[in-house]
């Protein structure tokens, strides 16, 4: 079973939609998450963490379930320089800096 | 003002030669990371180095060698180049400290064509 694993799409959606990204993890250890975005032919940027809590920046909403050992990422009002890929990435803590990247979801926003 | 900078951007070479990539940073980070990006894309990773030791090494062939001359610096040179190498290779760099994992910055890609 792979660390990260995420449904890869492609999502196609029109602007203003809102989209959502899940993805799960397999070692319950895990002690950080992220989303990073990789733009086509770039390389990949951090969007936001996500913290047990839930957290929000902007249209963009993350949610953690321990439990479940899940990760979402709502994207509301959805823009068309949001197209991307979006990377679900967890740090198991074990090793120093060694972050394990999910294979992405792809997202396209038409007009 | 680049953050981390990689050399070269593209990459074109025989099979069976031997090529270096470079990485530097600027942001005074203490680790660096080498990743390999397939035509899956599925990003993995290779090698890091945290104040010029190797910490992570995952398995990879040993026909490529990381080389951290000092912190600001992680190269990889890759020797009898394959087919199976072509991709396109980052660089990352990032703070970790008291055993956190901060933000990893990466730079913009060496794209590996082995012919």
């Known amino acids: 079973r792979k660390e990260v694993e995420q449904d890869p799409g492609p999502f196609n959606v029109p602007e203003g939609a809102t989209v959502a990204f899940n993805c799960t993890y397999s070692?319950?250890?895990?002690?950080?998450f992220f989303w990073y975005r990789q733009d086509c032919r770039k390389e990949p940027k951090l969007l936001m963490s996500?913290?047990?809590s839930g957290n929000e920046d902007g249209r963009f909403t993350a949610q953690l379930n321990r439990a479940s050992q899940y990760i979402s990422l709502l994207i509301r009002d959805s823009k068309l320089s949001d197209s991307a890929t979006y990377l679900c990435?967890?740090?198991?803590?074990?090793?120093?800096?060694?972050?394990?990247f999910g294979r992405g979801t792809q997202l396209t926003v038409w007009p | 003002d680049t953050a981390v900078s990689q050399t070269p951007k593209y990459l074109v070479t025989q099979m069976g030669n031997d090529k270096s990539i470079k990485c530097e940073q600027n942001?005074?980070?203490?680790?660096m990371y080498w990743y390999k990006q397939d035509s899956k894309k599925f990003l993995k990773i290779m090698f890091s180095?945290?104040?010029?030791?190797?910490?992570i090494n995952e398995t990879v062939p040993n026909r490529f060698s990381p080389k951290s001359p000092d912190k600001a610096h992680l190269n990889l040179h890759i020797n009898s180049l394959e087919l199976g190498d072509s991709a396109v290779y980052f660089c990352?760099?990032?703070?970790?400290?008291?055993?956190?994992?901060?933000?990893?910055?990466f730079g913009p890609g060496t794209r590996l064509t082995v012919l």
């Open positions: 990352a760099s990032s703070q970790v400290t008291g055993g956190s994992t901060d933000t990893q910055y």
């Open positions: 070692n319950s250890a895990s002690q950080s």
């Open positions: 996500v913290y047990s």
């Open positions: 990435v967890v740090n198991r803590g074990s090793t120093l800096g060694r972050l394990y």
């Open positions: 942001l005074g980070h203490d680790t």
């Open positions: 180095y945290n104040n010029k030791e190797l910490i």
